[in-house]
């Protein structure tokens, strides 16, 4: 009797775990400040590699009922372009003196965007509401596009659940798949899938691991293998945020 009773126990935890649900939302207070770092790689065959790192600040100024605002800024960018021969290298926290000439030609297109402060107002389903730059930068709002990754839905999930954001950018439409694939007492993870459309064709796949109480991604990585023209491209997105 007393071993039944112990299986029973057991597999009614499990059933109570299994069947967890979490209410995702951004639940920031005034005045957090997070880091976001992100790295980018993309190759197109032997025509292109572009490899990317940034790091971007973040701090809530304001939170409402459902929505909340932030000042973000790029503090670092790290940039190594080959194409057809021409190798492009940028490291903005080396002065001028240490780039080459192509490092310095691209110092005068990233000098304003280091300077600018992106203030963000979003909904705490993670969707952006209004975005401004200031001063206004041309470029700047693609950089920001890449940190906002996305919304979560308005009911509760639980391990199985699924649902879709569609993002444009560029001619393309690329359409993410988020499932839970597990609730642990701290995080929730997601297995990320999807396709592009568009000017592209081709599939999404990652993963994404969120801090359950506050809604913050503390990692997440995506890769897209897609065709452009004939062209065979491939991108992968590595991201980390971290409280300060």
């Given at each position: ?8 126990f057991i597999?009614?935890?499990?059933v109570?775990q ?17 880091l ?8 197109m ?15 809530i100024?304001?939170i ?11 503090e670092?960018?790290?940039v190594k ?12 926290t ?7 000439v192509t ?24 969707k952006e ?6 001063p206004?930068v ?8 890449q940190?906002?990754?996305?919304v ?22 690329m359409?993410f ?6 609730i ?5 993870l ?20 969120i ?34």
């Open positions: 009797m007393k071993k039944h009773l112990f299986l029973f597999a009614l935890s499990f109570v299994s069947q967890e649900s979490v209410l995702l939302r951004f639940n920031y207070n005034t005045g957090e400040k997070y976001l770092d992100m790295k980018i790689s993309q190759k065959g032997t025509v292109m590699t572009n490899d990317m790192a940034f790091v971007m600040s973040q701090k100024t304001a409402d009922d459902d929505t909340f605002d932030s000042e973000m800024k790029i670092k960018i790290v372009v080959i194409q057809s021969g021409t190798e492009v290298n940028y490291d903005s080396k002065n001028e003196a240490e780039l080459d490092g310095k030609m691209m110092k005068s297109q990233m000098d304003p965007m280091l300077k600018a402060v992106i203030k963000v107002k979003s909904s705490t389903l993670g509401i209004e975005t401004k730059v200031e206004n041309l470029g700047l709002n693609n950089m920001t596009n940190s906002s990754n996305i979560y839905p308005k009911e509760a999930v639980s391990i199985g659940s699924s649902w879709s954001m569609i993002k444009s950018e560029k001619g393309m439409e359409k798949v988020y499932t839970v694939s597990s642990t007492s701290k995080l929730v997601l297995d990320i899938t999807g396709t592009v459309g568009g000017l592209a064709k081709g599939t999404i796949k990652g993963i994404m691991y801090d359950k109480n506050s809604g913050v991604t503390q990692y997440s990585t995506i890769d897209m293998d897609m065709s452009i023209s004939g062209q065979q491209l491939s991108t992968s997105l590595v991201a980390t945020v971290k409280k300060q």
